[in-house]
């Protein structure tokens, strides 16, 4: 893949690659170890058939995390039940991947690698006119890789901060944010790009607790509601 610079990133700071797994269980250790990422195939598999097989994987990959095995389902899919675990999940063709670490939040997004007809168009509303004119510079071959690069950087981070998908120049309304404050903010999240999943592209994203958005003394609301 052509190396291109994302939106988040200043000067000439690419980002990081990641090639070292874990031991022999297949896994990818990220933030010195406090972050643990796997995948499964799914391959044939139903959405329902899907979500427990990636269940029954967190539950043999995280013994000994606290809360292991210990998930609540919400509608936005299953978080740990312990408050200092979290947990990201994404699904692309015929894999899907889990994040799990400990004392930070995280977020992970796997894309399929696969041309895509109105990438420009795309790219313009999402990823903003920086990296789409760096987009237009790949070749046709190169592309593909390039555009899901900067579609997972997005995703993953705004999985991180609980941000919901947002066109580039929109504000965001959970929090309430200016499109500056936005890219700022996920400016800050640490990423990296893990290899190995053979036609795919897997970003992780995290940044330390506490959360970005605690309040502010100043700001914390007096009454309940």
């Not at 609540?72 to 994040?99: N, R």
């Not at 760096?134 to 899901?148: G, H, I, K, V, Y």
Request: proline share 6%; with cysteine; charged share 15%.
């Amino acid at each position: 893949m052509r190396p291109f610079l994302l939106p988040w990133r200043g000067g000439n700071q690419l980002m990081a690659y990641a090639t070292r797994r874990v031991s022999a269980d297949g896994t990818w250790q990220v933030a010195e170890g406090a972050i643990r990422v796997g995948w499964v195939s799914v391959a044939g598999l139903s959405r329902a058939a899907a979500r427990q097989h990636i269940r029954q994987a967190l539950a043999r990959h995280t013994a000994g995390l606290a809360g292991r095995g210990n998930w609540q389902e919400t509608p936005q899919g299953p978080v740990a039940a312990a408050p200092e675990v979290s947990l990201s999940l994404s699904y692309a063709g015929e894999a899907a991947v889990w994040a799990v670490g400990q004392g930070c939040k995280l977020g992970v997004d796997l894309v399929q690698l696969a041309p895509l007809a109105d990438w420009r168009a795309v790219s313009q509303l999402y990823l903003g006119e920086a990296v789409t004119a760096q987009l237009a510079t790949c070749t046709e071959a190169a592309r593909p890789a390039a555009f899901a690069e900067a579609w997972a950087q997005l995703e993953a981070r705004s999985k991180c901060l609980d941000l919901p998908l947002t066109e580039w120049q929109a504000a965001s309304t959970k929090p309430t944010l200016s499109p500056a404050a936005r890219h700022a903010a996920l400016a800050r999240c640490q990423t990296v790009s893990l290899t190995g999943l053979a036609g795919y592209v897997l970003v992780v994203a995290w940044q330390e607790a506490p959360p970005l958005f605690a309040a502010s003394p100043a700001s914390t609301p007096s009454g309940g509601g």
